[in-house]
């Protein structure tokens, strides 16, 4: 880790293309705090996310990165501070309500239907979207299937986008991992999120799978718009696909700034080469 993380720092030393700007908020977490018994996993957090962005969230192992994005979709909540998405500070909710107000996630350990299809898997991300459930479509199959055919055109539009054609019919079990990945990204996007959290996107993945799934994180934030916070241990893949980064290290915020700010931080090179706090 600690090499990987030097060549990329000297990497962004190199000539770069001009920073991108956002300027509307769309969620800001502030002074959040979470414990598990005697456990603090985040200590007095803030950051924000901008409309349009690609938001990186790293730290070494135990750092607080997934807690974070589960407090972000409702999954845990925290004994302290609070969430501002989208102008308004949010009550407690679950992450299937966090879903329907647009937030979408995948998971560190690929979490789909192994036995169903790609199609079948990437339609169940569609559920939230459906008006009519099983019952109305049993009552009043026309306008159902109607519905159901929109859908199945946005399933499909997602299956081109992201290359997995070839792959529509298979069991996703039968796959292989970056391919899972992919089909969990496509599942995600079925959701038509605003914010996307990605949990190590790359995990477990060769270089070319690497390189296939940044091109896709990539065009989804710019063909769909998508607004998108990783959490990705590859340093190297983090400081070329994010505008921002967010440092955390013992559930604490160790720095916040551009690839370019964080890399060349002392403190957050002390983390990475394992420096003993204070
Ligand atoms: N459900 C839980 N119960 C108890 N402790 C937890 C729970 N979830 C996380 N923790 C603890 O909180 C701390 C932060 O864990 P978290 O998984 O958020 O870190 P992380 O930065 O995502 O780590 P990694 O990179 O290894 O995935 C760790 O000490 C972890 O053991």
Redesign the pocket.
């Known amino acids: 880790m600690s090499e990987a993380y030097a060549d990329a720092a000297v990497s962004a030393g190199a000539p770069q293309a001009p920073a991108r700007v956002f300027t509307e908020t769309l969620l800001s977490v502030d002074d959040i705090s979470?414990s598990?018994?005697g456990?603090?996993?985040?200590s007095n957090v803030s950051f924000d996310i901008k409309q349009g962005e690609i938001r990186a969230i790293i730290?070494?192992?135990?750092?607080?990165?997934?807690?974070?994005?589960?407090v972000i979709n409702g999954f845990?909540h925290p004994q302290q501070g609070r969430i501002t998405y989208r102008g308004k500070v949010r009550k407690k909710m679950r992450p299937n309500e966090a879903a329907k107000t647009g937030i979408a996630r995948t998971f560190?350990n690929v979490a789909l239907f192994k036995g169903m299809s790609t199609l079948d898997n990437i339609m169940t991300g569609r559920l939230l979207k459906m008006k009519r459930n099983f019952f109305w479509q049993a009552l009043y199959w026309g306008p159902a299937k109607a519905e159901e055919l929109q859908h199945r055109e946005y399933v499909e539009h997602i299956i081109d986008f992201l290359e997995i054609q070839s792959i529509r019919r298979t069991p996703v079990g039968r796959l292989p991992y970056g391919l899972q990945k992919r089909v969990e990204l496509a599942r995600a996007l079925a959701m038509e999120p605003h914010l996307l959290l990605l949990?190590?996107p790359m995990a477990g993945m060769n270089v070319e799978e690497k390189e296939d799934m940044s091109r896709f994180i990539l065009d989804v934030n710019d063909e769909f718009g998508t607004t998108i916070a990783l959490?990705e241990?590859d340093i190297g893949v983090v400081m070329d696909l994010s505008d921002r980064v967010v440092v955390?290290d013992y559930?604490r915020k160790l720095a916040d700034g551009t690839p370019d700010e964080v890399s060349r931080d002392q403190k957050v090179i002390d983390a990475y080469l394992g420096v003993p706090h204070e």
Do not use: C, R, W
């Open positions: 979470l598990f018994g456990v603090k996993a985040i730290g070494p192992n135990g750092a607080g990165k997934t807690s974070m994005l589960n845990y560190q949990d190590e959490i241990h955390l559930g």
